[in-house]
């Protein structure tokens, strides 16, 4: 008999599935229940609405991308590896596949209109832009601001790009462009 936890586990797994599929949060929670192998009445139990279970989908994708990037930076030696290794985290298969963009789409659309999900996503940019500033400062000084908001906001960029026209790029070659572009602000590795 699945646990409380398992169960939750298959309902996010379920919500980023159908809103991949779909492309929209225009699924509804018994469509997600049905993919998860449970009942839509113990769907609404544990995470109330639909906003609340894709809020759960969101923070489960944003704590697998932070594991991902911590992982990387582990064997980063340098702050530009260590940017480097952010912006080959983000274009990762695990983080740069169809459901997952498609998620990251209706979450942006989802912060126009929901508090909740402004305040997670508002998270995300912090912590994003904090990172990138921190390894780019050694490298740029006083334009460590600057060059990691365009940074950021190029990675942002190529996801939603990606979710509008799927397959358009692959996330090694998404990787590349935002790597191309650090090469441009911060000059070429030595």
């Given amino acids: 008999m699945a646990t409380e936890a398992q169960r939750r586990s298959q309902l996010i797994e379920a919500t980023v599935h159908e809103i991949g599929e779909a492309g929209t949060l225009n699924v509804t929670v018994s469509r997600i229940a049905k993919r998860a192998g449970v009942s839509s009445g113990l769907a609404f139990h544990y995470f109330g609405d639909k906003e609340h279970l894709f809020l759960a ?12 990037v911590r992982g990387a930076l582990l064997t980063a ?17 695990t983080n740069f596949r169809q459901e997952v963009i498609s998620a990251w789409l209706n979450f942006y659309v989802l912060a126009q209109s929901s508090d909740a999900a402004k305040r997670l996503l508002a998270v995300y940019h ?8 921190h390894d780019l400062r050694p490298l740029v000084g006083d334009q460590a601001e600057g060059v990691a908001e365009r940074i950021a906001g190029l990675i942002d960029g190529l996801y939603l790009r990606s979710a509008i026209i799927p397959q358009a790029l692959h996330g090694h070659d998404a990787a590349e462009h935002v790597l191309a572009a650090l090469n441009k602000e911060i000059g070429q590795p030595q």
């Avoid at 989908?57 to 991902?68: D, P, Q």
């Avoid at 030696?77 to 298969?93: C, D, G, K, W, Y």
């Fill in 77 to 93: 030696q340098t702050p530009r590896h260590r940017v480097e290794a952010m912006i080959r985290a983000s274009f990762s298969t």
């Fill in 57 to 68: 989908a969101m923070r489960h994708i944003l704590t697998i991308y932070g594991a991902e």
């Fill in 126 to 133: 912090r912590r994003l832009h904090s990172n990138l500033v």
